[in-house]
């Protein structure tokens, strides 16, 4: 009896075509379209808002941002400009890691991570500034839905940003991937918050 | 590509501790999954429970509308019961179902070791199943939909979030399995048909979901403080209604099609003619999905003047009639695959063809919904529509899984209870369905079961209706039953890797 065993031929090659970059591009698609909604819905709310006249008189407004409310423009801009900062930083970590340059991989992340707390922070005060609670009317229910969805948004930027950082610190210097997507996502984040910072905060 | 799953043999042996921990064991090993096969059969089977479940619930529902003036049921529980219905069709039904199709498939198919960010997709079963069982306890609760408790409604918004949180981790894995773990030299074009079936569906539902979560987010905001914006109770359903009804359901469908290509190009053992128009088809029905985020509802009147009449004529078509056509691009191509003479009719193509069969009649039924002249407007005719679609998905779902099952566990399943079931299935649909189409042209109003007349009989549209669910309850129950005893204790599969593919190339 022959009780030899032909060997099967190796099976094809797996070929992974960047997962994280694509896993990264789909995050980024539902953060875009969840603002994108949540924005769509705002601007309905706004256009269907009644007439009212200016306080500085003649112009006639929708009455949509109630009069007593100040937007902290400081805060928001610095947010703004803050992100342009976000992408910069995360574009050195990809330019850093091609040439598998794990310091300044590091370096570019941990700023990168530091503009996100300072985005956080700044959205905080931009709530402490100014003072609306989430019971007094539309505009404030809505604005806290918007902006604190935002926030979260940050937040996962954040959590990826920090894993990163960790894989980077670890010495995976050449993790290509995972820092161009981590930067696609911090591109992604910062048009969706210009989006949104244009609707609220410069449309009001 | 022959998969056979020993897991279950072990359990066969002597000992209560050694069968104890075997249990412990192998509900550990469910708890912490990741082989894309075991979640794809976590999926697949509680979506057939529920599917059960929500046929009993249809039946209830029929029975109690056969006699408007008396009713067997409490009138807050028949409110939740209709939101339920609708709820569990699309989300605990027919969305899960053929995710879970797609996971335990799409890897073996493209090649993949592995699912892409498993474990992803098993957080995101759990979310989704913990979510269905928080929206479950708040419908129990007077708390869906209009429901008169409010912190129940809270719940049941809190439930939805999690259920759309968990089916788009699911999404992301099937699609990134397929346009990262393919094979070396499969080309996104030679991805077989059910595979590209599943990244459309998958992509589908990436950007239709979130923009229902958007929604979610407003209206639990201002139900959890404000309660006036969004119309507190009675506004949850105005705003995120859209998401169980025309043209969303159609997104969960698409996998439909991608099963019945799929069995007829393997069927036929040929080449597939005009592949290409079959990935085109699929393509089309995604269509479906503008029409979904733009969350309003495309009519057509055919009064006033020419001009009046295009104007809305063109959008109508655009958005109810595309999807369509891609059904029937895909319809008429495996119908010209099967004139081959090396056609061997397999007995999953029966359900899996009168599965997109019940699709198609329901996307026609849900053109003919928008045309206001018909004057179908909140009458029992859309519920026809997303019966049509949503048990036409779970027919398909038999056909799939009496498919690929050999080739997901390894044993074959007998042809005859598959046929028999596949037919009675279609059966049970059409009972469960066509009488309100019939009855929505006669005006029986929706999401009302007691005081309401019409010309006709009432009694013997709702009792068929009733009859229809309840049967599709047992052909769901009798083919758990049959595949659950033929995976386990049936003959070893033959079904080889070529099963799975279509000939590409010729």
């Known amino acids: ?204 | 590509m022959t998969a056979i799953d020993s897991s279950h043999s072990a359990t066969s042996s002597s000992g209560s501790i050694a069968t104890r921990s075997t249990l412990l064991g192998t509900i550990a090993a469910y708890l912490t999954a990741s082989d894309h096969k075991r979640i794809g059969r976590l999926l697949i089977s509680i979506s057939a429970i529920f599917a059960i479940a929500t046929a009993i619930e249809g039946a209830i529902l029929g029975i109690e509308r056969i006699s408007p003036s008396s009713s067997i049921v409490d009138a807050d529980i028949i409110v939740q019961l209709f939101s339920a219905l609708r709820f569990d069709l699309i989300f605990s039904v027919a969305a899960p179902m053929m995710l879970g199709l797609a996971v335990a498939v799409v890897p073996m198919q493209v090649g993949a070791r592995a699912l892409a960010f498993a474990r992803s997709a098993m957080f995101g079963f759990y979310l989704w199943l913990f979510g269905v069982i928080l929206v479950g306890t708040s419908y129990l609760n007077n708390g869906g939909p209009g429901g008169g408790n409010a912190e129940m409604v809270d719940l049941f918004l809190i439930g939805l979030g999690l259920v759309i949180a968990g089916l788009l981790l699911i999404s992301t894995s099937v699609a990134t399995t397929v346009l990262a773990s393919r094979r070396a030299g499969m080309t996104l074009i030679e991805t077989p048909i059910f595979s590209w079936s599943a990244l459309v569906a998958s992509v589908s539902m990436l950007l239709t979901l979130p923009v229902v979560a958007g929604a979610i987010i407003y209206v639990a905001v201002d139900h959890a403080y404000e309660r006036a914006t969004f119309g507190a109770t009675e506004g949850v359903n105005a705003w995120i209604g859209w998401a169980f009804t025309t043209p969303q359901i159609f997104i969960v469908a698409i996998p439909t099609l991608g099963v019945l290509a799929q069995i007829v190009a393997t069927m036929t053992r040929g080449k597939q003619p005009l592949r290409a128009g079959l990935l085109v088809g699929v393509g089309l029905m995604s269509t479906a999905v503008i029409g979904a985020v733009t969350q309003s509802s495309h009519t057509v009147s055919f009064s006033g003047s020419a001009s009046d009449v295009l104007k809305s004529l063109i959008p109508y078509l655009f958005f109810n009639h595309l999807p369509i056509l891609g059904v029937f691009v895909v319809l008429g191509l495996s119908l010209l695959a099967l004139k081959n003479e090396r056609a061997k009719l397999n007995a999953a193509f029966v359900p899996a063809f009168l599965g997109v069969g019940m699709v198609l009649t329901g996307m026609i039924g849900g053109a003919i919904f928008k045309i206001t002249n018909l004057k179908l407007a909140n009458t029992v005719f859309e519920e026809a529509v997303l019966v049509y679609v949503c048990y036409g998905a779970v027919l398909s779902g038999i056909g799939a899984v009496a498919y690929f099952g050999p080739r997901i566990w390894g044993r074959e399943i007998p042809s005859a209870p598959v046929l028999g079931l596949g037919l009675l299935g279609f059966l049970a649909t059409v009972l469960a369905s066509l009488p309100y189409f019939i009855a929505g042209f006669a005006d029986q109003p929706a999401s009302i079961a007691n005081n309401f007349d019409y010309s006709g009989p009432i009694w013997l549209w709702n009792s068929l209706v009733g009859a229809g669910h309840a049967l599709m309850a047992l052909v769901v129950l009798l083919f758990f039953a049959v595949a659950t005893k033929s995976f386990r204790s049936g003959t070893i599969s033959s079904a080889t890797s070529a099963d799975l593919f279509e000939s590409v190339n010729g």
């Open chain 1, 1 to 204: 009896m022959n009780t030899s065993a032909t060997a099967l031929g190796a099976g094809p090659t797996v070929v992974m075509r960047r997962p994280a970059l694509i896993v990264s591009g789909f995050l980024s698609a539902v953060s875009a379209m969840l603002i994108g909604s949540m924005l769509a819905i705002w601007l309905d709310f706004r256009s269907n808002a009644p007439l009212r006249e200016s306080t500085e008189g003649g112009k006639m407004l929708r009455d949509w941002l109630p009069e007593n409310i100040k937007i902290p423009e400081v805060a928001t801009n610095t947010m703004m400009m803050t992100f342009v900062i976000t992408c910069v930083m995360a574009q050195w970590a990809v330019y850093s890691s091609r040439r598998n340059d794990s310091k300044h991989t590091s370096l570019a992340l941990s700023v990168v991570l530091l503009t996100e707390i300072a985005l956080v922070n700044a959205q905080l005060a931009v709530y402490s500034q100014m003072g609306i609670g989430v019971r007094d009317g539309s505009y404030m229910t809505m604005f806290y839905a918007v902006t604190a969805t935002m926030l979260v948004i940050i937040v996962v930027c954040m959590g990826f940003t920090l894993l990163a950082l960790f894989r980077s610190i670890a010495g995976r210097a050449g993790d290509r991937d995972l820092v161009s997507a981590h930067a696609l996502y911090c591109y992604a984040v910062s048009a969706i918050f210009a989006a949104l910072w244009f609707v609220v905060y410069v449309q009001k």
